[in-house]
Nanobody, 123 residues
Framework: VQLQASGGGLVQAGGSLRLSCAASGRTFSTYAFGWFRQAPGKEREFVATISWSGDSTYYADSVKGRFTISRDNAKNMVYLQMNSLKPEDTAVYYC?????????????????WGQGTQLTVSS
């Protein structure tokens, strides 16, 4: 599966933004998906994942209650709705796909990665 993330940009603290991830291929519904991010000088970290069915989601503690991951199997799209953004959310955000259907929140389970999209949150 090929992935293309979009929707990043510059937003003020407290604002909202939605990231999108377009996935190619006919087997979209057989993948779990996740969002990860990497800030300058830091390691890539887990943000959120969603199972193949959409019934299970996982969130990093730092974004729980502010971010929502969702998927639209009819459109082959994955989304990350981000609210109440903070400067510490600034990072390059990556969309990833996993054949492990549960969508466990660890990058080791994700074998397909898209290019990142930059989010900058100003204070």
């Amino acid at each position: 599966v090929q992935l293309q993330a979009s929707g990043g940009g510059l937003v003020q603290a407290g604002g909202s933004l939605r990231l999108s991830c377009a996935a190619s291929g006919r087997t979209f519904s057989t993948y779990a998906f996740g969002w990860f991010r990497q800030a300058p000088g830091k390691e890539r970290e887990f943000v959120a994942t969603i199972s193949w069915s959409g019934d299970s989601t996982y969130y990093a503690d730092s974004v729980k209650g502010r971010f929502t991951i969702s998927r639209d199997n009819a459109k082959n799209m994955v989304y990350l709705q981000m609210n109440s953004l903070k400067p510490e959310d600034t990072a390059v955000y990556y969309c990833a796909a996993s054949t492990v259907l549960a969508g466990f929140p660890d990058s080791k389970w994700f074998g397909s990665w898209g290019q990142g999209t930059q989010l900058t949150v100003s204070s």
